[in-house]
């Protein structure tokens, strides 16, 4: 990455949210990079020419529903091209975003989105439903493009819209009660649209077993609640290269809770929502692929 192309990357960082990996900071071979990560992160954004981009993630695209956006941008930041997974993985949604936040042109191709059309995976996204099988998406963005009329409950194409559970990490202080878990759980999950009824499981460091609101929270709400040790937290941690807070580091032995317990739950899965403070208490929250 070039010198323009790093400060590129760090005022995206900064206003959007993400992790900067920068050739000669924290990796040396870019192929070898993207191996490791493609199936970690909701969403990759490369900062190079698009040949560079679409030879890097080839040998690695399964499907469009379940590989992360990805984007690229040139050094300058003059366009956000949503390359990869415009719709289920929300790389349209996100090059908006970052064209926003950036004053650049966003780049997007996708046939419904060119014509002014609501697309149906682009709307199971955005509901929290995975669209299956991908067939049916293709005949029925095919049909809405034609200008026909779509039915939820008939036709010969059947599509269907399975709901994603929500998996809820927390970290909160000392004493936190229960009511204020339970908002800041809520407003997480507000922040991705969706109702806190999704979360199905929670989970936190060891070291808060004890803690009774959040345990007490995990009784009224009906919910398992998983508790890993430091030592579980730290191997997320350094798989995915989180970022740590020295202050909780001090307190509980590992600089990141919230995102490296919900990490420790599931393989596979990916963030709805980063690591986000509300006042005390610390939450993020993965879908449950």
């Given at each position: ?5 790093a ?16 050739k000669?900071r ?15 992160f909701?969403g ?13 993630i ?9 590989d ?5 941008l ?12 415009g ?44 669209p ?13 493009l034609?200008?026909e ?10 599509l ?19 009511l204020?878990?339970?908002?800041a ?59 740590e ?28 929502l980063?690591k ?14």
């Amino acid at each position: 990455m070039t010198t323009p192309g790093a400060r590129l990357a760090d005022k995206i960082s900064e206003k959007v949210g993400g992790q900067v990996f920068a050739k000669g900071r924290n990796f040396t071979k870019l192929p070898d990079l993207v191996a490791e990560i493609f199936g970690k992160f909701d969403g990759l954004i490369f900062i190079c020419a698009a040949g560079i981009a679409v030879r890097m993630i080839a040998p690695h695209i399964v499907s469009k529903l379940s590989d992360p956006a990805v984007l690229v941008l040139d050094e300058r930041g003059q366009n956000v091209i949503s390359l990869l997974s415009g719709h289920v993985g929300r790389a349209n949604e996100l090059a908006i975003e970052i064209a926003k936040a950036i004053e650049a042109n966003p780049v997007i191709t996708t046939a419904t989105d060119v014509e002014g059309q609501l697309s149906v995976d682009a709307v199971a996204s955005k509901l929290g439903l995975l669209p299956e099988p991908k067939e049916a998406i293709k005949a029925i963005n095919a049909a809405i493009l034609r200008g026909e009329e779509v039915f939820v409950t008939a036709g010969d194409v059947r599509l269907n819209l399975i709901p994603q559970n929500l998996i809820a990490g927390v970290g909160c202080r000392r004493g936190t009660s229960s009511l204020k878990i339970f908002e800041a759980l809520q407003r997480a999950c507000a922040m991705i649209h969706q109702p806190i009824e999704r979360v199905k499981l929670l989970a936190s460091v060891d070291v808060k077993r004890d803690e009774v609101g959040l345990v007490s929270l995990a009784e009224v709400m009906g919910l398992e609640i998983r508790f890993f040790t430091a030592a579980d937290l730290q191997k997320k941690i350094d798989e995915y290269n989180l970022a740590e807070s020295r202050f909780v580091k001090r307190t509980v032995s590992v600089g990141n809770v919230c995102e490296a317990a919900a990490l420790c739950c599931v393989e596979g899965a990916r963030f709805a929502l980063p690591k986000t403070s509300f006042k005390g208490v610390t939450v993020a929250l993965l879908w449950e692929r």
